[in-house]
């Protein structure tokens, strides 16, 4: 392939909580255009969820050093923790891993469906904001229609246990006599909403904010639980047993002062989970006595205790990921020889159609059904003498072969510069 399509990645699999959300980028858009300006990459699309930051790019000349400086700059941090945290992959290697992503492999609870959302989204606002070109999008598009197609036949999503309920597991297992705690719940997002749906289907009484009030009273009715002001909250964290958070707040909601606060004000322990990334709870909070805080790594260490299930169907998929890499790959190569194709049919199109009107004005014919059987014949010809090179230039652009490719843009005299 003349282009190569790498990925650069940091993820909880090598990576801490605290270390991976130092990568986060936050003005993505931003982030795009300096990717672009300068690493040099053609195309990119940046995936970024509560375990993971990953970017996915295509470039003629890749040069890793100047993406982990710019990664750097966006990020505010040394480039030195680059060599520790970041994996790179290229080409096969690239979209095995992107299928392992699309077909939830690679997730903390396996087979777990909100990866394939939160890959939608970033193809679609990549895409959008012209990011991402003809080779991502094509990849993206296929990995994603792979991915569903593997989730449906291996059954691997089915039966799963939700990050939510993970929380609420942990929770169980830390408290005694859950029901009688007071329980709160701060975000009302997505992951707010699975650990509400947990808790509801358990029979725990659990109280709701947000920064709206009126955002908590409708994501009360729906899924339980009593809507309660967030300033209250804020200032009242005594009142409150066991917290889960889960909000993109960029800041921390749960300060060590505010717990201090409410520590003196009780005489029990408090247990709080955080499941947001970047955390919004100050993991300071943890040294003051009687304060037990939980954060989304614990809750990646009970997802693997759990995994059982699912893992059984793992080798299955990964045979199937497999098998789909080497033609996902052949798709890719082919690509490369898109441009010069196209290329060649439109010129010998035009040449066909300046010929055929030329014809039709020397034999001065107005017969319309003439007319169109003498088009449909010109058309003929030329589809069937360029048909077989055009489409051995396409298997040797999926077999690898560049040469073919370099000989044929000689040949039908291709402007390369099309190609990029
Ligand atoms: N989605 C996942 O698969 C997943 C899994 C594990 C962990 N996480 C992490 O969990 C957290 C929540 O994710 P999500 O998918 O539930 O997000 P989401 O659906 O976008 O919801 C975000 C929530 O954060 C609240 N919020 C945003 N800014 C805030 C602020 N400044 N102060 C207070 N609240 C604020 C929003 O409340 P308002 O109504 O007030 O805006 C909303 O309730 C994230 O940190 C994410 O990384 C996500």
Redesign the pocket.
């Known amino acids: 392939m003349s282009k190569k399509i790498i990925n650069a990645r940091v993820t909880f699999r090598n990576s801490p909580i605290h270390i991976l959300e130092k990568f986060t980028i936050r003005d993505v858009e931003s982030a795009y255009l300096q990717f672009r300006k300068n690493s040099g990459l053609e195309e990119c699309v940046i995936i970024?969820?509560?375990?993971r930051i990953e970017l996915f790019a295509k470039s003629k000349n890749l040069d890793y050093e100047k993406i982990k400086k710019t990664w750097a700059s966006i990020a505010g941090l040394d480039q030195e923790l680059f060599d520790e945290n970041l994996q790179i992959d290229e080409n096969d290697k690239a979209f095995h891993h992107l299928l392992k992503l699309t077909s939830g492999l690679d997730s903390?609870v396996i087979g777990?469906e909100?990866?394939l959302g939160?890959i939608k989204t970033s193809i679609t606002s990549a895409r959008n904001i012209k990011a991402s070109g003809k080779h991502l999008n094509t990849l993206f598009d296929k990995a994603i229609r792979i991915g569903t197609r593997i989730r449906n036949s291996s059954g691997i999503s089915q039966g799963g246990i939700s990050?939510g309920s993970m929380a609420v597991k942990l929770a169980e297992e830390n408290i005694d006599e859950l029901k009688s705690k007071k329980i709160l719940l701060?975000?009302?997002?997505?992951?707010?909403?699975?650990i509400a749906k947990s808790l509801q289907r358990r029979g725990y009484n659990f109280v709701v904010t947000?920064?709206?009030l009126e955002?908590?009273q409708t994501?009360c009715e729906t899924l339980g639980g009593k809507a309660v002001k967030?300033e209250n909250v804020l200032s009242g964290f005594e009142n409150y047993d066991v917290i889960f958070?889960?909000?993109?707040?960029?800041?921390f909601?749960v300060t060590f002062d505010r717990i201090i606060k409410a520590s003196e004000k009780r005489k029990d322990g408090m247990m709080i989970l955080d499941?947001?990334?970047?955390?919004?709870v100050d993991e300071r909070v943890a040294t003051i006595g009687g304060i037990k805080l939980m954060n989304?790594d614990q809750?990646a260490e009970m997802v693997e205790k759990n995994m059982n299930a699912r893992l059984n169907k793992v080798k299955t998929v990964e045979n199937i990921i497999n098998e789909e890499v080497t033609v996902l790959e052949a798709s890719m190569k082919r690509l490369d020889a898109e441009p010069l194709v196209k290329d060649v049919f439109k010129n010998i199109d035009s040449l066909r159609q300046k010929e055929f009107e030329k014809a039709i004005s020397m034999l001065d014919e107005k017969d319309e059904k003439k007319i169109k059987i003498i088009e449909e014949l010109t058309k003929a010809v030329v589809e069937s003498i360029v048909a077989t090179p055009m489409n051995n230039i396409r298997k040797a652009s999926e077999q690898g072969k560049p040469d073919l490719l370099e000989v044929a843009s000689k040949l039908f005299d291709y402007n390369k510069k099309e190609q990029e």
Request: glycine content about 4%.
């Open positions: 970024q969820t509560c375990n903390m777990e909100q990866i939160q990050v701060i975000g009302t997002g997505e992951v707010s909403t699975l947000s920064r709206t955002r908590s994501f967030f958070v889960a909000t993109t707040a960029p800041y909601l499941l947001s990334n970047p955390r919004t989304l809750i």
